[in-house]
């Protein structure tokens, strides 16, 4: 079974720095990986699949890259909005498992 | 635009079975994709527990595959969740989900979740 590990747990930034979250892979996933950002009460919301691809309607200043274990999901600058948690996800082909990371949590530092 | 919105009880004893049901408005399940139920018990995670396709083919997280059935009603745009035998470990907030059949299968629409608790 695939484990994604994500880092760090918590990032504390302020408006207009720039994010940097890791998501890594125990086995290659190739370019088979998505991010999403949950904020309080709601349900999390597709930002990028397939390694670098936004979502519709997901704003440029997200940017998703990397392939097989290491994986890197980019805010450029940090809009009050984007303060949430946010998490991976993989897919195997077997087993056929979808698997989510453990998440991280991008706070007003 | 496509919606889903889980239903059903929020409250199930130990033991029993928890049943949920997801309709589905702005796109009909018989045009593909899969659909699938994820949950997130409080304040942590999310966890997979499977997903259907139209025709009816189900994948199961192996961890839940003993007590988890889905099904599929394409006449009402409906899938169900039924999870049996039920403890306090799966109070969660179950949401039901699109998902994509390529590339990381990842989930483009979501429901708003449902709390479910698991309590006598």
């Known amino acids: 079974e695939i484990v994604l590990t994500q880092s760090p747990a918590t990032l504390s930034l302020s408006p207009g720095e720039r994010a940097t979250l890791s998501c890594r892979a125990s086995q290659s996933v190739s370019s088979y990986l998505a991010w999403y950002q949950q904020k309080p009460g709601q349900a999390p919301r597709l930002l990028i699949y397939d390694a670098s691809n936004r979502a519709t309607g997901i704003p440029a200043r997200f940017s998703g890259s990397g392939s097989g274990t290491d994986f890197t999901l980019t805010i450029s600058s940090l809009e009050p909005e984007d303060f949430a948690v946010y998490y991976c996800?993989?897919?195997?082909?077997?087993?056929?498992?979808?698997?989510f990371g453990p998440g991280t949590k991008v706070d007003i530092k | 635009q496509v919606q889903l919105q889980e239903s059903g009880p929020g409250l199930v004893k130990p033991s029993e079975t928890l049943s949920l049901t997801c309709t589905v408005s702005?796109?009909?399940?018989?045009?593909?994709?899969?659909w699938g139920w994820i949950r997130q018990p409080p304040g942590k995670g999310l966890e997979w527990i499977g997903s259907?396709?139209?025709?009816?083919?189900?994948y199961y997280n192996p961890s839940l595959k003993s007590r988890v059935t889905i099904s599929v009603d394409t006449s009402k745009n409906q899938f169900s969740l039924k999870l049996s035998s039920v403890t306090a470990a799966d109070t969660a907030v179950y949401y039901c989900?699109?998902?994509?059949?390529?590339?990381?299968?990842?989930?483009?629409?979501w429901g708003q979740g449902t709390l479910v608790t698991v309590s006598s």
């Open positions: 989900a699109r998902r994509t059949g390529t590339g990381a299968q990842e989930f483009d629409y």
């Open positions: 259907i396709y139209h025709s009816g083919s189900t």
């Open positions: 996800q993989q897919r195997s082909n077997w087993p056929p498992l979808i698997t």
């Open positions: 702005g796109y009909s399940i018989s045009s593909g994709y899969y």
